[in-house]
């Protein structure tokens, strides 16, 4: 069964430190991986997107990393602002699939 | 918010009722999307249509009725639904299905009495 899990299921941090998301998929077989960046009340935003290939793409202060070998990927998001505050989703679609297998996110506080 | 709009954002409805939410995308885009955001759940795909078609139900009950008049609207036809189908209901769109950039729309917040 195609499964994605995301830990910490939620973070609260200090205005301007870093921290990074994980994100562990048994998807196969593996065609992408997303970030979604979601605020409360609105819906998600696609941060990055990676496909097999890829190990680094970066965001701005979002940069995300994958290796397909473990089916790990983290989301490091550097300096946070109080902007960053927001779940953050992983999304891994198999191949040729329409329906894609979402984490259940991670809830990110940034306090000032 | 301009790219891809959903109207009503909030909606409370008793389980006789019949109610519909709208979708429309200001993006060019050919396929559309409903997914179903419950508290403490993952996302779930409901319908995909492309190029006003079908092209997935991901086993969603029947008290749930799509409709893609074309490729700009999609609707969500709701009826005799029950409590548990309370959750945000989020429309999303994309230039193509399977790799593109999916733009997604506010949502619905629909509450099931």
């Known amino acids: 069964k195609n499964q994605v899990e995301q830990s910490p299921q939620s973070l609260i941090i200090l205005e301007g430190k870093n921290c990074t998301l994980q994100c562990n998929y048994t998807v196969s077989p593996f065609s992408n991986l997303r970030w979604y960046k979601q605020d409360t009340g609105r819906g998600p935003v696609s941060l990055t997107i990676?496909?097999?290939?890829?190990n680094t793409k970066s965001n701005g202060r979002y940069t995300a990393t994958l290796d397909a070998d473990t089916k790990q990927s983290s989301l490091h998001i550097t300096a946070s602002q109080l902007s960053d505050s927001a779940s953050y989703i992983c999304v891994v679609r198999s191949g040729g699939s329409y329906i894609p297998t979402f984490g259940r996110g991670t809830s990110l506080i940034v306090h000032p | 918010e301009t790219g891809v709009t959903q109207t009503p954002r909030h909606l409370v409805m008793g389980m006789t009722n019949k109610k519909s939410l709208k979708c429309e995308q200001h993006?060019?885009?050919?396929?559309m999307y409903w997914y179903k955001q419950s508290a403490k759940k993952p996302l779930e795909l409901m319908f995909v249509?492309?190029?006003?078609?079908?092209?997935e139900n991901n086993s969603v009950p029947s008290r749930f009725s799509p409709e893609c008049p074309n490729s700009s609207h999609l609707f969500l036809h709701l009826h005799t639904l029950q409590p548990e189908d309370s959750a945000l209901y989020l429309c999303?769109?994309?230039?193509?299905?399977?790799?593109?950039?999916?733009?997604f729309g506010p949502g619905t917040r629909l509450t099931v009495l």
């Open positions: 999303a769109s994309s230039q193509g299905t399977v790799t593109d950039t999916q733009y």
């Open positions: 993006l060019g885009h050919n396929a």
């Open positions: 990676m496909t097999f290939s890829e």
């Open positions: 249509y492309n190029f006003k078609e079908q092209t």
